[in-house]
Structures are given as C-alpha cells and as structure tokens.
T-cell receptor, first 113, second 108 residues
Framework: EPEVTQTPSHQVTQMGQEVILRCVPI?????FYWYRQILGQKVEFLVS????????KSEIFDDQFSVERPDGSNFTLKIRSTKLEDSAMYFC???????????FGPGTRLTVL | GQSLEQPSEVTAVEGAIVQINCTYQTSGFYGLSWYQQHDGGAPTFLSY??LDGLEETGRFSSFLSRSDSYGYLLLQELQMKDSASYFCAVNSNYQLIWGAGTKLIIKP
C-alpha cells in the first residue's frame, strides 16, 4: 500500500540554524501539506501546495517558512532561522484532491536547542 | 473563528462500545474526518463523512449531521490496542482543521 514517507525521523538543531524537512508524498497525489504538532497539543495546519504553488497557509507559516517541490517526488519544508518554539512534530500529508482524505507521513521530530 | 469541540478524555471497558462526539464551527466545510493517533505516532485516517448519515468501516462507524454541525465516531468491540487519541477534523479549503483530540482509555 502506498504511503507518505518523511526524513529525517528526528532532527536536532541550534536556535538560529536552518533546517530542511523532507517528504515523499503518495505518487499519484496532487495536493501536499505540512502540519505541526507541539507535544501534547492538537495538530495545526501550516501550508498546502498544489501545482507548484501555495494554495493556503496559516498564520503560523510566516516568512521564516518556505516549501518547495524540487523534483517529481520530494516535497520540502524549510525553516530559515529556527526558534525554540519551533520544536514540534512536523507531519507531511498528501491527497488526491484538495478536499479529499489526507494521508500522513510518520513525522519528523524537530528539537531546537 | 473556527473551532471543533470534542471531549478531552473517555474511559471504557474492553469489549464495550464507545461514542466520541464532535461539534464544529468552521468556514468552508467539505466533510468531517476522523484520525487515530497513538502516543508518538502519526495521525492515521479512520473515516470520512462528506454527506449526512452513517459510514461503517469494520468496528468503526462515523456519523455526520451537517444541519447540526455535529458528528461522532463509534468504536465497537473495544480492544486494548484501541487505546489512543482520536481527532475529528474538518476538511476545509485545502486544509484540515483539527479538534483537540479525545484520549480513549480502555480498561480490561
């Protein structure tokens, strides 16, 4: 069964450093998403991406964040200058259509020191 | 604003039936999804309701009433492995809007 994959599973970084989180969505899906979940809290939407453009983004997704589909399979989230409060689980998801069921990857745990 | 309300915690006995309710207030509604999340894991899709009524998938069923902005997840024949958090989420404009999650505790 096709699944969303994410790398790395755990990323530790120093405050102010840049990180890139990687995702490989399900191959025939057209819409891609990033969510984050701070420990013990609910899942929060960051951004959706379709046809090489951002479809929607939340207030959390400010200028320090960017997304890219550098090739036909990868979808990345870049955090330019990490802050302590960026520490969270980051989940990538994909769907066939923009309102369809979204399938999630296993997540990347980001720890900012 | 946009909000989803669900109980923070539910306790049930192994083999029993439990219902987790969700009410929502959002702009842009295409359907209600339910996800299961074990501690440290990723959300796993359980069920989706785009139209009013009941959807059944094995031991899990989900119901939606759009006029009441209300839905529920029904888990039957509870097993210890069902101990997890359950989230309702509204499929909105190119995003999922999430509830805070219900922690299901199952006792033997």
């Amino acid at each position: 069964e096709p699944e969303v994959t994410q790398t790395p599973s755990h990323q530790v970084t120093q405050m102010g450093q840049e990180v890139i989180l990687r995702c490989v969505p399900i191959s025939n899906h057209l819409y891609f998403y990033w969510y984050r979940q701070i420990l013990g809290q609910k899942v929060e939407f960051l951004v959706s991406f379709y046809n090489n453009e951002i479809s929607e983004k939340s207030e959390i997704f400010d200028d320090q964040f960017s997304v890219e589909r550098p090739d036909g399979s990868n979808f990345t989230l870049k955090i330019r200058s990490t802050k302590l409060e960026d520490s969270a689980m980051y989940f990538c998801a994909s769907s066939l259509q923009g309102t369809d069921t979204q399938y999630f990857g296993p997540g990347t745990r980001l720890t900012v020191l | 604003g946009q909000s989803l309300e669900q109980p923070s915690e539910v306790t049930a006995v192994e083999g029993a039936i439990v219902q987790i309710n969700c009410t929502y207030q959002t702009s842009g509604f295409y359907g209600l999804s339910w996800y299961q999340q074990h501690d440290g894991g990723a959300p796993t899709f359980l069920s989706y309701n785009g139209l009013d009524g009941l959807e059944e998938t094995g031991r899990f069923s989900s119901f939606l009433s759009r006029s009441d902005s209300y839905g529920y997840l029904l888990l039957q024949e509870l097993q210890m492995k069902d101990s997890a958090s359950y989230f309702c989420a509204v499929n909105s404009n190119y995003q999922l809007i999430w509830g805070a999650g219900t922690k299901l505790i199952i006792k033997p």
